[in-house]
């Protein structure tokens, strides 16, 4: 049965905006499923599962493909593509709650692992794991890796200081080490850069998207959120890439707000 995905208790902004993307790719599936053979008519739930169990299949014959591949060429780039297959996999399992949900994340986290000791300095990918051992509840190497991306994160804000992403990253992994503190500190400089950016330019739509992420992610503060995504639709034309960007994240949150009813 279908099940929205697992609520985390650490909000970070990269795996919102991942989430986000899979859960649109998802719903297109199961939209063109719908419109197939059947149609509206049928046992929708029955057609969601089986959209959902054939777009595992397809990333499994992805997978097998990348697989082979890396036996002769252990490319680390590679080895990050697959981990964004597995992890994607995991997505629609947890949805149906099958039984591969755990193995999923755990392959996306051994092939980040890999990945990172052919290219240690990959931030992204030091993110990514970090979320994957959050969501796995894996405490182990927890330290080293978030000690890893501070560092790499760090640099990066010192080379573009005015780069509002680079203190949502900080922030990130402030918040999987559990330096509150610190993470304190980096939201309010980030938020001050941000109220900055839009004081000069109020029709700054990405500075409005990395905000709504900030309320949302830090603060907590949902209704603050939804309002600059809101003005975000307002500036933006619909065939912006922003314009579709914010309205994912509001269809996102409606979702978030149903099941905080429920429960």
């Known amino acids: 049965m279908y099940k929205n995905p697992p609520r985390r208790n650490k909000k970070s902004w990269m795996a919102i ?92 986290a051994e092939y980040l692992e890999k990945s990172l000791d052919k290219d240690p300095d990959n931030l992204e990918n030091h993110l990514f794991l970090l979320e994957i051992y959050d969501e796995a509840e894996k405490e182990e190497n927890v330290e080293e890796i978030a000690e890893k991306a501070e560092n790499l994160a760090k640099e990066a804000l010192e080379e573009e200081p005015d780069r509002i992403e680079n203190y949502l990253v900080l922030l990130e992994i402030y918040q999987h080490a559990d330096k509150e503190d610190k993470a304190k500190e980096m939201a309010n400089e980030g938020e001050e850069l941000i109220l900055e950016v839009l004081e000069e330019n109020p029709g700054d739509s990405q500075a409005r998207l990395h905000y709504s992420t900030l309320l949302l992610s830090y603060h907590q503060d949902m209704e603050a959120a939804v309002e600059q995504l809101e003005k975000v639709l307002e500036i933006e034309p619909e065939e912006s890439p922003l314009y579709n960007t914010a309205l994912q994240q509001l269809q996102r949150l409606g979702g978030m707000q149903e099941v905080e009813v429920e429960e």
């Open 17 to 108: 905006v991942a989430v986000i993307a899979a859960l649109g790719m998802i719903f297109s599936v199961f939209f063109q499923a719908l419109q197939g053979p059947g149609g509206l008519g049928g046992d929708e739930p029955a057609q969601e599962q089986d959209a959902g169990q054939h777009e595992i299949e397809r990333l499994e014959q992805q997978a097998m493909t990348l697989e082979q591949h890396i036996e002769d060429n252990p490319d680390p780039v590679v080895m990050g593509n697959l981990a964004d297959i597995y992890y994607e996999m995991h997505m629609y399992a947890s949805m149906f709650e099958t039984e591969k949900e755990a193995d999923y994340l755990g392959k996306a």
